[in-house]
């Protein structure tokens, strides 16, 4: 069985009690986003203090992919700076490409913490999307909370 | 026990099947090769694509390296048998419906057959022709269809309506996966101009009962299309049995190959409608000013056709024939027996669909309790079985029946008993490796 190289424990326990779900006010903005593919959705909210993901709440169905993907996030993003979210979004991105290559999963270890048990996943092309999904989320809402908020520019 | 409506086992019921599984088989070459590490393939997604059998593979093999022109052009020997091949396709094709040869129209699959007509009913409205106008939709006109519909059969028909300004109504579904006739009389009425219907779900297995239908829409004077992607393949039809005015379906679900489908219709019909992709082939007369159309079927079949797929559905249709389509349907219909009896026994999956074999074919969907179905995909994979999880292209059903998404194993003329007793196991396996067994396998 090859199945353990996805559904690495620390993902089922995500799945299992998911850290973080739950819509919650305030939030400055909020996207739904789907799998057209299979019918995974998120609703995922983000509030900013200033430039710093102050929280970010969810709602969603889907597999246990995506739903161990959108926990682990919330653990890797809430209380840092918007830049540096999305930058580990792109680590997350290119773990997910990495087709189960090993090196690429040691050197993003750090950067990642439990978001790295996902490099199982980059094996399977039918689910990288399914983890992906909610980082596509974050990456939209955030853009639309920065261009919401007051100093976040011209609106 | 859980809350769904499984039966009690009756000491697994295996009906001798009526088709050789073994000799079938080893007309398949894919099904001797192996999928992840070392494992026999266990194809149940014949209801997305089916495989080939060795004779399909042949036939088009042969048209290329024998045989290879462009139909219907030119004067040489070569054009002359490609011709004679893919007009011969037509008329096998057209006797496995019962149809006259001139009524069957070449398209790339369904989708592409219903798109024609969707696009023929819009282009009627501004036609220069008068002949052509007979069939035109407008603004107050309707279209009914039902909730059972795949994608291919409803999204079309949404947007000729958005074209043109026409109603879309449907019919819906009753909580054992039947479509509710309840409403018949008035959701098809005077200003129906076309119903749209499956004749098989491709996600609950539901045959529906067509009867009515076309009586009501003759009543109004409505044109009726048949989706028969799931059923032309698994039981036989005819179209003069049927009664409709449209017949549509797809080669590669009929172990045919990819990039041919069919769009039967009544020729009367078919003569009075506007062509939907226009070009070569599909002209009589051309000048700079405007050009005159070609009668059925070649009116439909704009460019140089798919003539080596045209070629080897001839040949699949010719296997299916062998087999006869009789058995095929009685065949699925054991296994079908057989996998409800079995899935149901197992505490935590719900099947989604006509819970016994009334009026229902070999598409089998079900949900296992706690365990999404692309994590039930994932495990049967990684056990060799091959299913289709997701909306299965029929969103509005997944959720009309409260469920984001479902596993549906479907069968053909080469499944056999062994081939649901993996896919059962299978799903015990996914509930040991998800630890959500319920009662029984804990021990």
Redesign the interface.
Known sequence: ???QS??QEII?DHYRNPHGRGLRDPYEAEVHHVNP?????VTLRVHLDGDTIADVSYEG?????SQASVSAMYDLVVGRPVTDALATGEHFMTLMQSKGDPAVAEELEDELEDAVAFAGVSK?PA?IK?ALMSWMALKDASARALAAAPTGGQA | MTSTVSRPAAGAQKQPLPLDVEAIRADFPILSRTVRDGRRLVYLDSGATSQKPRSVLDAERDFYENHNAAPHRGAHQLAEEATGLYEAARATIAGFIGAAVEEVVFTRNTTDAVNTVAYALSNAATAKEPSFRRYAVGQGDEIVVTEMEHHANLVPWQQLCERTGATLRWLGLTDDGRLDLSDLSTVVNERTKLVAVTQQSNILGTINPLEPIVARAREVGALVLVDGAQSVPHQPVDVTALGADFLVFSGHKMLGPTGVGVLWGRYEVLDALPPFLTGGSMIEVVRMEGSTFMPPPQRFEAGVPMTAQVVGLGAAVEYLQALGMANVQAHEEALTAYALEQLQAIPGVTVIGPPDTVARGGAVSFTVEGIHPHDVGQVLDDLGIAVRVGHHCAWPVVRRYGVPATTRATFYVHTGYDDVDALVEGVRAAQRFFGVTPEEATA
């Open positions: 069985m090859q199945l996805m559904y089922l593919t299979c019918g995974d959705e169905m889907g597999c246990s992919i399977y689910r399914c």
